[in-house]
């Protein structure tokens, strides 16, 4: 399962999030069966050279129309459509869906607990090879998956349909 150093209240783009927040549990990187597309972050080659572009703030997806993320100056949520791992236990604080994503906020990185969703609200692609950066943070996308970092902090995650990686 992956390691939850913490979760926060998270609120981007103008969207009404409401965020659980728990101990450390787990451990390491979960994953279901792993498959060639699935390996960014998980002792795979390393990724290939990712050309980033400076924005504001971005509303994305990646070019599967799998993973839809929400990316500000000092935060950045993922929600993923598909994906063959199972999250942590649900925090007894989460009162709403736990699990379908990943976030950054204030320099840390967890799951997301959320009542609404990013599916569907991308107005740009990601294309493999591209990568957005908005103050701190920064998500890079490749063929084999998502990862976001706060360059500051060094936190982040790798999301992809069979793994995910919080670090």
Known sequence: MGRIRGLFGLALAGLALAACSGSPSGSGSTGGAGTPSARAGFGGPPPPAVDISDVGEEIFQAPSNNIFCSLTASAVRCDI????WAPPSKPADCELDWGNGMYIEAGKAGITCTGDTLIGSAKQTLDYGKGLRSGTVVCES????????DEKTKRGFT????????F
């Open 159 to 166: 999301l992809a349909v069979a793994r995910y990686s919080i």
């Open 81 to 84: 459509v598909r994906k063959t």
């Open 142 to 149: 490749v063929s084999t998956g998502l990862t976001c970092r």
